[in-house]
């Protein structure tokens, strides 16, 4: 099988499947909610083998991120209370058509990707690793002097330290300046797993 193939999928066919995608997500959200959970995430895969998969976390907050995460038992109770739900979502049928898919269910792992002002508030604290669409100017980091010796700067690594005014709080890395990132330029944000690994060797040694 050639995994080189083309996507044929023209512009408009995409663009149209990502705005439905945004709408399942926040309608499986409603469902998900009363049972203690968040869809974090979905992907589509419409190419080949069709899949519907999603990440789910749980919304208590007061659980320990590190200990008390999602498991099988998680996944399968989700799958279950969503089988029947998706077959009356339009914007599963606008997604996948009248094609056969299969529902996937599973943890966001340990690099947990964030997107929402609630993800960057929730995990206030940890480190993380976070893209820009493009070079931000000093304006918008509210930092000159960083901006000055970071030029065109479009990825970050550091401590998250919240959401405020729509913009990431971050220490970073580097020289632990403190920079605030508009969300809207944010292309991509994960919790970094390689620092908390670090972390925990530290303590119990």
Do not use: W
């Not at 945004?22 to 968040?38: K, Q, V």
């Not at 960083?146 to 990825?155: H, M």
């Amino acid at each position: 099988m050639d995994n080189n193939q083309p996507n044929t999928e023209s512009p408009d066919t995409a663009l149209r499947n990502v705005k439905a995608e945004d709408r399942l997500l926040a309608r499986l959200n409603e469902i998900l909610a009363p049972l203690g959970y968040e869809l974090v995430h979905l992907e589509v895969q419409t190419h080949r083998q069709k899949i519907l998969r999603i990440f789910i976390d749980k919304l208590d907050r007061s659980h320990d991120e590190k200990r008390g995460g999602i498991g099988i038992e998680d996944c399968a109770l989700v799958s279950k209370t969503l089988d029947e739900p998706l077959e009356g979502i339009a914007e599963v049928a606008e997604i996948f058509g009248s094609a056969p898919y299969e529902l996937e269910v599973s943890s966001p792992g340990v690099d947990r990707p964030l997107r929402r002002e609630q993800d960057y508030l929730r995990f206030a604290g940890r480190r993380i690793r976070l893209n820009t669409f493009r070079p931000l100017s000093a304006e918008e980091m509210e930092n000159a002097p960083y901006a000055t010796q970071n030029p065109r700067q479009k990825n970050f690594l550091g401590e998250l330290l919240g959401f405020e005014s729509g913009k990431v709080c971050l220490k970073s890395s580097i020289g632990g300046a403190e920079v605030r990132i508009p969300l809207a330029l944010v292309a991509k944000a994960n919790l970094d797993p390689d620092f908390d690994f670090e972390q925990a060797s530290k303590e119990k040694t």
